[in-house]
């Protein structure tokens, strides 16, 4: 079933918002203090390009380095990244068939917001603790 909805979410949304991702994570890397904030970005597009299946947990050890990095990506492209999953979640709700990959764009916006401190893992990989329900 995950196959099935990154292909549909793929043709869809997860190619334009991954594109997304590619040109801020190139447009910060063009700075040397940028690139650590271009790797996050090219994370995100992976993520954005292919979401079924996988899911995001806190990095341990993240700290203050972390937040700071937040607040500056907060700034620099994480709210231009939310808006984009917002309109593109908006639009796939429109249709009955759209409203789980909707969902699926909505739950990519804290990340989008917010991604320094957080790991990409598959949702079945071993030793990584499911999240709170």
Request: proline content about 7%.
């Amino acid at each position: 079933m995950a196959l099935l909805l990154n292909i549909i979410w793929l043709v869809f949304s997860g190619f334009w918002m991954a594109v997304g991702y590619l040109v801020a994570g190139v447009l910060l890397c063009i700075t040397i203090i940028g690139i650590p904030f271009g790797i996050a970005s090219f994370r995100m597009a992976n993520y954005a390009l292919w979401p079924f299946g996988r899911r995001v947990v806190d990095e341990p050890g993240a700290g203050s380095g972390a937040a700071i990095g937040n607040l500056l990506w907060l700034i620099l492209a994480g709210w231009w990244l939310a808006i984009g999953h917002i309109v593109t979640g908006l639009a796939l709700c429109v249709t009955i068939i759209g409203i789980p990959l909707g969902i699926a764009s909505f739950k990519l916006v804290p990340v989008s917001l917010l991604p320094m401190g957080k790991r990409i893992v598959d949702t079945d990989q071993p030793g990584v603790p499911s999240p709170a329900r």
